[in-house]
């Protein structure tokens, strides 16, 4: 069975610092990775996903992933964080194949950028 | 903006009331998928159509909950005999169902139930 998992309910950071926030996943065969943001009472927002190809993934707002099999990790990143950044980030999974169908979600970890 | 609509946006409903949540997905994606979310925690997977057919359901969803997409366009989601552990924010989300994109599911704003 797939799973995904966010080991931090929160990270802290400050404003103009680099910022991570971890995920790791369980899926059989290749993976579809995604992050997903979430804003005070609203739906999630597509951020980047990983299906084949280089490693390191760009996605919206400067946030980039970074795809380790070995690992069987894929943690968000940002060079420079912003205070806008403060939301719920939610890692999702998905089977690399083409009859799989639904995305699992992590539990979600909650951002905060203090200026 | 054609993304995926939801309403109504908020619902209050006494226990035992039935409801009912509409979701239009992007338009052409064929695929929409029910999600649940309670405060604190990801979204959990309900349901998915492909078309008109459902082709999975959660354990999750019990027998007072229906969903049906009958044309394969829009969508509902009923809860029948509502209880106050349904209370939770709905989601609906659509693809395009070409495996070269992922998949990449879109969502809406969600639809808020509370059950009192």
């Known amino acids: 069975a797939q799973s995904v998992a966010q080991p931090e309910d929160q990270v802290n950071v400050a404003e103009g610092n680099p910022l991570t926030v971890k995920c790791t996943y369980s899926v059989s065969g290749n993976p579809y990775l995604f992050w997903y943001v979430q804003y005070p009472n609203r739906g999630l927002q597509f951020l980047l996903k990983?299906?084949?190809?280089?490693?390191l993934v760009k996605g919206s707002y400067g946030f980039e992933a970074e795809f380790n099999k070995s690992q069987t990790s894929f943690h968000l990143k940002k060079p420079s964080a912003l205070v806008s950044d403060s939301a719920l980030y939610f890692c999702?999974?998905?089977?690399?194949?083409?009859?799989?169908?639904?995305?699992?979600f992590g539990s979600g970890t909650r951002l905060s950028i203090r200026p | 903006d054609t993304g995926v609509s939801q309403n109504p946006r908020h619902k209050i409903t006494k226990r035992g009331q039935n409801v009912t949540f509409r979701c239009d997905p992007i338009s052409e994606h064929n695929r929409l998928y029910w999600y649940r979310q309670t405060l604190g925690q990801g979204p959990e997977f309900l349901t998915y159509f492909q078309n008109e057919a459902q082709l999975e359901k959660s354990r999750l969803l019990s027998d007072r909950f229906s969903a049906e997409r009958p044309k394969g366009s829009f969508s509902t989601l009923e809860i029948q005999r509502t209880e106050q552990g349904d209370s939770a924010m709905y989601l609906c989300?659509?693809?395009?169902?070409?495996?070269?994109?992922?998949?990449?599911?879109?969502f809406g704003e969600g639809s808020w139930l509370t059950v009192v």
């Open positions: 989300a659509s693809s395009s169902g070409q495996s070269l994109s992922g998949n990449t599911i879109y």
């Open positions: 990983y299906i084949t190809g280089d490693n």
């Open positions: 999702a999974v998905r089977p690399g194949y083409s009859s799989a169908s639904k995305i699992i």
